[in-house]
């Protein structure tokens, strides 16, 4: 079990990861080569694992940035993005997305990159849809990927 803290709330998650491994028991070096096996669809070479972690999920539909670069961060957002609290949840996204586009062009990225290298943002963008059962599982799937944080949930 893991305790995450999100927006001065606390939930307690679980990681259920499904992936799969290749037949040399490595499945991935590299973010486009577990990209490219995920169909084109966003996905991560762990590298913890050196397995690939999909991005998507049904509760999480989006991927704001680049997963393709190896040295991207990648952040979990969840916010309400359907429902009667929808309007106020695009907005907070919508400033993730404003504030990643500023950060990018004014620093590239965090430094410690390989070989010196900057390392952008990517965040998974999800919808916790003011539904306990229904952030439960995009903060669940936001684990499994191996996010270092995730922002949000608004409410």
Not at 72 to 93: C, D, K, W
């Amino acid at each position: 079990m893991l305790r995450a803290r999100l927006m001065g709330g606390s939930a307690l998650l679980a990681c259920a990861c499904s992936l799969i491994v290749g037949s040399n028991g490595v499945e991935c070096t590299t973010n486009a080569g577990c990209i490219s096996r995920n169909g084109g669809k966003p996905a991560i070479c762990r590298k913890d694992t050196n397995l690939c972690a999909p991005l998507l999920s049904a509760d999480c539909v989006k991927v704001y940035g680049d997963p393709s670069d190896d040295n991207a961060i990648v952040i979990g957002a969840m916010f309400t993005l359907s429902g009667v609290n929808q309007s106020s949840g695009v907005a907070r996204m919508q400033s993730v997305e404003l504030g990643a586009d500023d950060f990018a062009q004014a620093v590239v990225g965090l430094p410690g990159g390989t070989g010196g290298k900057p390392r952008p943002l990517v965040f998974v963008e999800c919808d916790d849809g003011s539904d306990n059962t229904k952030s439960t599982n995009a903060a669940n799937h936001l684990v499994s990927i191996g996010v270092p944080a995730i922002i949000g949930p608004g409410g």
